[in-house]
């Protein structure tokens, strides 16, 4: 879901900056998020990443939820690399 939205910015491509990205946010049971880091990686890349998991909203509601909690954390890391 989120790779489908996954940029690679011109200037990352230009400079041939290849990368992991880690995320964290939480999903509540609309499949909103909140809460929402990005971390690692180079600082050109950070943003696109933040827009690729923003651009997949909603998310589909975790099956733990239905039961167990108002909302679930879920870390993701996206790796960049040139092909």
């Known amino acids: 879901m989120i790779q489908s939205h996954k940029h690679y910015p011109y200037s990352a491509r230009r400079r041939h900056i290849e990368d992991d990205i880690q995320g964290s946010f939480l999903v509540d049971k609309q499949g909103h ?3 929402l880091h990005i971390t690692g990686g180079s600082s050109i890349l950070r943003p696109s990443r933040r827009l690729a998991i923003e651009d997949s909203l ?3 509601m975790p099956s ?3 039961v167990t909690a108002d ?3 879920v870390y993701h890391a996206i790796s960049t690399k040139l092909i």
């Open 64 to 66: 733990i939820l239905i």
């Open 71 to 73: 909302a679930v954390t």
């Open 58 to 60: 909603p998310f589909p």
């Open 33 to 35: 998020i909140s809460d």
